[in-house]
């Protein structure tokens, strides 16, 4: 994916509300324009301008001429590459993984001093 400009990172299941995989991340971290397809209370999580959003174009020729225009515009591209894919960066995984495990720690604490 490294050595893409876009990434087609499309759900399994677009229609399940809220369903979102590692798809976009995926394609995201590795530098590219993701062009996703999903449940549209996916984007609601995740910033539909830093990539191409399926849903929003009426039909798959209207999607790839815009992609087209991305493709061979580089000013273009930059101003959707260079946005962030996180809307709240308080949701992004390290920030996640660190509530959980103090939440983990803080419940499981007082359990294993209580058995010394």
């Known amino acids: ?35 996703y ?14 990539l191409v959003y399926s849903g929003d174009f009426k039909s798959n020729q209207e999607m790839i001429e815009y992609i087209k225009f991305l493709d061979s515009n580089d000013e273009e591209y930059c ?17 996640v993984k660190s509530h959980l495990k103090k939440k983990i720690m803080d419940k499981f604490t007082p359990l294993s001093e209580n058995l010394r």
């Open 1 to 35: 994916m490294k050595d893409c400009k876009f990434v087609i990172a499309y759900e399994n299941t677009p229609q399940m509300e809220g369903y979102i995989t590692e798809k976009p991340f995926q394609a995201y971290t590795a530098g590219a324009v993701p062009i």
């Open 37 to 50: 397809n999903g449940h549209a209370k996916s984007i609601e999580d995740i910033n539909k301008e830093a």
């Open 79 to 95: 101003k959707v590459w260079n946005r962030p894919l996180l809307i709240d960066e308080q949701r992004s995984y390290d920030v």
